[in-house]
């Protein structure tokens, strides 16, 4: 064969060389690489899975893709990012085992942009809670916590004074958020002023109605929305920031806000210099609030509804609040002790949490690649855990749809089945605060009222989290004194 022929052949010869190369290559390394990745589906492209999540719920689409793919972890795409969905006790163990070995702290840029300050959205979310990450934990520990108790109690008797009392039937789920958003503001930040923490409550309204929306920022979406809610939250909490910052450099702090959260963390001296310290504060701000509007409302609302369905808990619970009541005088108000004879109330409390779990679970992000159930989990890859993987799990709580305190009796559920609050180091500092918070509006509410269900077939909606769609309307019945 001549040269003449072999050069006219060159490219063929080339092309085929190629193809088989790449065949090579993806058989033999990408297919085997590939082949020990976690199961599951990307969805449609931008969407990802989103849609199907918020039509079918959390607790429907992940029991769908546990029984398809797999019981120990698959991937999904939410939030505009590919995810890795750690399953049952054992994910639960191994994320929370791990939290500073192979996984770090993760927020996906969805959330970010409507939380965080722009300089702060591609920053990781370690740098972004670096300063504050230990303050919050101590700030929020029971210790710290024991002051803010009759704080509660007087505001929680004041609430039901005001959107409780001659009433026959009263909407829980909203007065319940702005009674937690109240006292959140107050506890917080000192802002007392009824005008300014309804306007506050006003853009977490925004954020939360598009917090879990497709994240697609186009005008007239609930994504969009949200967007906007969070930077009119983020400008009224540097100007309350500013206006605090001020008093404290002029000596004009009063004394009820001395010891609240924004100035002792004014008075953190800032060893971080690589943001600016009071945007970082107004972060932390915004989670807590969001927390107090979201979270926790959602917990003392449920709480309230399993109560008003099921009269023999309801009167146990009453007897047990009740023996407070009788312990104290007249106008006392509760105190820490008080609080820790509430074991009844809070097995109450936690069942409600395990049938409506008010948070998702929370996000990761992969250090360094590692294996989990046969399957790699690549480094720089995402993982999400959801509670839902065990709350209703009858492997792990036998006759899971029934309402029954009693598996908090005792030891309780087995180790990682109950996690409302997460586990491990990165447990959620407010678990503390939001019992108290609970606790004392469950004592204000059952000792004077009792209760029962108005709209019994009213469906429970997910949206940022749980909803009743109809605001949970519930008949009060005094107590006769």
Not at 162 to 181: D, H, I, M, Q
Not at 273 to 291: Q, R, T, V, Y
Request: contains cysteine.
């Amino acid at each position: 064969m001549d040269t003449a022929v072999i050069m006219s052949l060159f490219p063929t010869i080339l092309s085929i060389l190629i193809i088989v190369i790449s065949l090579f290559v993806y058989f033999f390394i990408f297919k085997k690489t590939n082949a020990n990745l976690p199961p599951g589906s990307g969805g449609w492209p931008v969407v990802g899975e989103n849609i199907r999540f918020l039509l079918s719920g959390p607790q429907k689409f992940t029991e769908e893709r546990t029984r398809n793919y797999s019981r120990d972890v698959y991937q999904t795409s939410l939030f505009g990012q590919k995810l890795a969905v750690f399953c049952g006790p054992q994910g639960n163990k191994f994320i929370f085992a791990n939290d500073t070995k192979l996984l770090t702290s993760w927020w996906p840029l969805s959330l970010r942009k409507v939380l965080f300050f722009p300089e702060f959205v591609q920053a990781t979310s370690d740098e972004v809670t670096a300063l504050t990450h230990e303050f919050m934990h101590d700030i929020l520990k029971p210790e710290a916590l024991k002051q803010y108790i009759p704080v509660m109690d007087s505001m929680a008797r004041e609430h039901v004074e005001l959107e409780w009392a001659g009433n026959e039937v009263v909407k829980v789920f909203p007065v319940s958020r702005k009674y937690t958003f109240d006292l959140a503001c107050r506890l917080f930040m000192s802002v007392v002023d009824v005008e300014h923490v309804a306007r506050l409550a006003k853009h977490f309204t925004l954020i939360t109605s598009g917090l879990f929306s497709v994240p697609i920022d186009l005008p007239g979406t609930a994504y969009s929305r949200a967007i906007k809610g969070g930077q009119l939250i983020r400008a009224e909490l540097m100007k309350i920031i500013g206006e605090r910052r001020n008093e404290i450099r002029e000596n004009k702090l009063k004394a009820a806000s001395r010891s609240d959260f924004l100035s002792r963390m004014l008075l953190v001296p800032d060893e971080n210099k690589k943001f600016d310290i009071e945007k970082e504060i107004a972060n932390n701000i915004i989670g807590l609030l969001l927390a107090s509007f979201d979270t926790t409302s959602t917990a003392v609302s449920f709480v309230l509804k399993y109560l008003a369905e099921h009269p023999h808990i309801y009167q146990e619970v009453l007897k047990e609040q009740m023996d407070i009541a009788k312990s104290k005088s007249e106008g006392e108000l509760l105190k820490w002790e008080d609080i820790q004879k509430m074991r009844y109330s809070w097995n109450v409390v936690c069942e409600t949490l395990r049938l409506i779990p008010p948070g998702l679970g929370s996000f990761r992000e992969v250090v360094k690649e590692f294996t989990f159930a046969g399957f790699t989990i690549p480094k720089g890859w995402k993982t999400f855990w959801m509670v839902y993987t065990t709350h209703k799990n009858p492997k792990y709580f036998q006759n899971p749809e029934t309402f029954d305190p009693s598996r908090f009796e005792g030891n309780g559920p087995a180790p990682y089945t109950f996690v409302p609050f997460g586990g491990g180091s990165r447990m959620c500092p407010g678990k503390e605060y939001a019992r108290l918070e609970i606790l004392v509006f469950l004592h204000n509410i059952v000792t004077k009222f009792k209760l029962e269900k108005s709209k019994p077939q009213e469906k429970i909606v997910f949206h940022s989290f749980p909803v009743p769609m109809e605001g949970l309307p519930l008949r009060i019945i005094p107590h006769k004194i």
